[in-house]
């Protein structure tokens, strides 16, 4: 009756420090009630009967129905509390992910590619309240997958990502305008793209400065992440016989200046990541820069406890009376 239970007026309690005042006084009424009677001889008393010294269970019973009395005016109850949380402020992204044969290359682990998908894997599970898209490019772009909800949508395409898909080259402009169709039509309070490359713009037949104006049109901010060493960097430079790739070391090219401009006309921050760590701490502060708003509703649901108690003292009461008035009749 105890466990995992509040009490809605706690200061009944206080009078649990009459119950001592109330012995007190049956004691001193007991010995006032008893009287002294001499007599000769105690020969005709030899017979002992428990009873008389039983009587004083009426009162105990008494003082635990008013226990319990005081216990239910202190009104137990067990509080049970549901939430619910909706989204005041979604953010609709979408990544842009360049998949050009550059994204290979090894100075991230095991290579760029594969780097840059397990830490957008981690930035997608951390963004739970959020609509997301991928969209990836190489000398062409395309959506891999249209902003949603779902996320397990969404890290099964990420991890469908690989090299060959499109043909080779570095489109940023067509990466860039082919996300900022995607978010165009967004009534998002907040819109942004994440674009990353490890290149320069080569391919596609979408300036990027084009693309960054649309950006702007649409209110879209733009996040932009050169990813690649400092200096060179093993990377595929030719096929072998079979198929394979053959590395060699080659010097990082990336448009810097040209990056740090679609993030500054949008409203966005360029960052660079040289290695696997650095590219992790990237997104984790994107993560923090771009807040969703969420308001918890708490509802609350009390059930009364006290019946039980109000039920024990009236047992107590009535087991009381009954005794008083049939076993212990001649004695009270």
């Known amino acids: 009756m105890l466990e995992n239970v509040s009490y809605a007026n706690p200061n009944f309690?206080?009078?649990?420090?009459?119950?001592?005042?109330?012995?007190?006084w049956y004691i001193l009424k007991q010995k006032e009630q008893n009287a002294t009677l001499r007599i000769p001889s105690i020969q005709g008393f030899t017979h002992k009967s428990l009873l008389p010294n039983l009587k004083h269970v009426l009162f105990g019973l008494r003082l635990l129905a008013l226990s319990a009395i005081i216990m239910a005016l202190a009104r137990p109850q067990t509080e049970d509390i549901s939430t619910r949380t909706k989204t005041t402020k979604g953010i609709d992204i979408v990544i842009a992910i360049d998949v050009s044969s550059s994204m290979l290359a090894r100075d991230l682990k095991p290579n760029r590619l594969s780097a840059l998908k397990e830490v957008a894997a981690d930035f997608i599970k951390k963004?739970?309240?959020?609509?997301?898209?991928?969209?990836?490019?190489?000398?062409?772009?395309?959506?891999?997958?249209?902003?949603?909800?779902?996320?397990?949508?969404?890290?099964?395409?990420?991890?469908?990502?690989?090299?060959?898909q499109l043909e080779d080259g570095t489109a940023i402009g067509m990466g860039?305008?082919?996300?900022?169709?995607?978010?165009?039509?967004?009534?998002?309070?907040s819109k942004i793209?994440?674009?990353?490359?490890?290149?320069?713009?080569?391919?596609?037949?979408?300036?990027?400065?084009?693309?960054?104006?649309?950006?702007?049109e649409f209110g879209i901010k733009t996040y932009t992440i050169g990813l690649g060493t400092n200096g060179n960097a093993l990377t595929p430079i030719s096929y072998n016989a079979d198929g394979s790739f053959r590395y060699g070391m080659r010097q990082?090219?990336?448009?810097?200046?040209?990056?740090?401009?679609?993030?500054?006309?949008?409203?966005?921050?360029?960052?660079?990541?040289?290695?696997?760590?650095?590219?992790?701490?990237i997104y984790d502060e994107i993560n923090k820069l771009e807040k969703t708003e969420i308001e918890e509703f708490k509802y609350y649901r009390y059930e009364e406890k006290f019946r039980p108690w109000i039920i024990l003292a009236g047992a107590l009461l009535i087991l009381e009376w009954i005794l008083r008035n049939t076993l212990f009749r001649s004695f009270v």
């Open 13 to 24: 309690f206080w009078l649990f420090l009459a119950l001592p005042l109330a012995i007190l």
């Open 127 to 164: 963004r739970p309240n959020d609509r997301i898209g991928l969209v990836v490019y190489a000398g062409e772009g395309y959506t891999k997958t249209p902003i949603t909800t779902d996320k397990t949508i969404v890290l099964n395409a990420l991890r469908e990502i690989t090299y060959g």
């Open 176 to 189: 860039l305008a082919t996300s900022v169709n995607r978010l165009k039509e967004s009534e998002a309070k």
């Open 193 to 216: 793209i994440i674009l990353l490359t490890d290149g320069v713009n080569n391919s596609g037949f979408i300036e990027p400065q084009t693309a960054a104006d649309l950006a702007i």
């Open 252 to 281: 990082v090219e990336i448009d810097e200046a040209l990056l740090q401009d679609i993030a500054k006309l949008t409203g966005g921050t360029y960052f660079r990541a040289t290695d696997n760590e650095s590219l992790e701490a």
